[in-house]
Structure formats: C-alpha cells, structure tokens
C-alpha cells in the first residue's frame, strides 16, 4: 500500500512538472523577445515589479512575509540572485534559447560544488564522479578547442553560478525564516537593487512591452506555483531525470519563434548533465541527506 501511494504522489508531482516546464520556456521566450527592445536589467526589473503585485495579496495577508532575521543575507542573496537573472536575459539574445537551457541543467552541479567550499560537506566518490560528469557535459555543449567558446555559453554559465550560490543563501535563509518571507524579501531586495541600473539604462517601454511583463508575470505564477506542488508531491530522484523534457520544449520554441535547430552536441550534453544530476540526487536520496 506504502508503495502504492508513493507511486500515485511521484506521479502527480510528475504531472505538475510537465505543466510546468513549458511555462517556464515560454517565459524566456516572452524574455528574449522584449530584451530585445529593453536593457536585460530594466526587463528583469518590469518582470519582477509585475509578480511582486501579484503576489502582494498573499504578502499581505501572511504577516510572517515581512519578518526576517536574515537581513543581511536576504539582501545578499537578492543581489546575487538579480544578477543572475540579468545575465540570464542577456544570454537569451546571444545564444539559442536550446543551448541556454541545456548549460543552465548545471546548476545542481554548481550547487554542489559550493556545498563543498562554503558549508563544509564532505561528498563520497558518487558525488565527486556527479559533478565530474556533469563537467563533461557542459564541455560537450561548448566544445572548446573544437569552436571559440562563444560570449551567451560564458554568460549562461556566469549566470548559473550566481543562482547556484543564491540558492545556498536559501538555506541559511529558511533555518530561521519562512519560505514565504524568503519570497517577499527576495522580490523586495531584487526591486532595490535593480531600480538604479534601471534609471540609468532607462528606455521608456511601450504598451505591447508592458502588456508583455503582465504576461510574463501570470505564466511565471502559474510556472513557479507547478513546479511548487512538484516538489511537495514527488521524490526528487523521481523528477530529476524528467527535466531533459525541459530542453525539448526550449528546442521547440526555439525553433517555432526563432528558426532556431538545436545542434546534436547541445542534445547530448544537455542529456549527460541531466543524467549526473539524476544519479547525484538519487544517491542523495539513499543516503537519507536532502540533495543541493
């Protein structure tokens, strides 16, 4: 019966995936058209203002959103993770929004990484030989010395270092304040920080633009709140390895708004490093330790 009902939550928490994978691809899209009219720092700005209302009702209906003990770190992590954001926008329009999504599958890998330089983890060989191959696979996706590395690869992958090291911040965040106050500080500390840049950069944006970042705004809720239930119902090992579809649907879009054809190396590598990821979380998960 116990193995019954684990089957039927991993399959729900699957579904909610799928639903969100698409939405988080469409997203980009939306992402990628308007940076192309907008600074990627004033984009990420209107995108974040936008979920911010949306989400206010919430914000002020749960007083725990506005306490934090955490506010240096809060802070930090908003910084760190807006600029994340912005570099991911602007390697939107320099490199196909396959190849971005197949090197941003190394975040798990990143994150890692910075468990075993900054919170002391001592990883066992499975985990070492994880992260090794999902090294490999991102020097499959880039391919050095075959071709130049080009600047949207290097952007991707700075980009996935500053989210990586945002989501360690989390989990100091969360020892002492709620996820829903990590939430609201995230958005609040993301609009500080991003609304000088946005001065300075400034490009008055139009209606359609403005149209766009609503849009935006409701398929990220509807992506974030997917992906939020995923989680709550199925095994990380379980959904782990259903991210590759992730590519499928970057590839798709790619192709039907940019003409853009994924490149066979950009698949495999893309595969490899969804395939290290998986067995580094599975491992995680038999050990009885939440894995990065």
Known sequence: MHAFTTRHRNLRGIAWLMLSLPCFQTMNVMLRHVAADLPP?????????????????????????????????????GFTHLGGMVAWVYALTLIPLATAAALVFATPVVVAIGAVLF??????????????????????IMRPGVEAISLGALVVLGATVLQGSAKMMVKVIVRTDS?????????????????????????????????????????GAVAHYSLTRAIEHADFTALQPFEFVQLGWAALLGFAFFAEVPANHVLLGGAVIVAATSWMVHHEARRGRPSP
């Not at 919170?119 to 499959?140: D, K, M, Q, T």
């Not at 996820?179 to 000088?196: D, E, K, P, Q, R």
């Open 41 to 77: 720092v004033e984009t990420m700005f209107f995108r974040n203002l936008f979920g911010f209302i949306i989400l206010l009702p919430l914000f002020l209906r749960r007083s725990e959103a506005l306490r934090t003990r955490q506010l240096g770190m809060n802070a930090l992590r």
């Open 179 to 219: 996820t829903l106050s990590a939430v609201f500080h995230l958005n609040v500390w993301m609009a500080l920080f991003g609304l000088v840049p946005t001065i300075i950069f400034w490009r008055t944006p139009t209606l359609a633009h403005l149209g766009w970042f609503v849009v935006m705004a409701a398929v």
């Open 119 to 140: 919170f002391g983890e001592r990883p066992g060989v499975p985990r070492w030989a994880a992260i090794g191959l999902g090294l490999v696979g991102v020097l499959i």
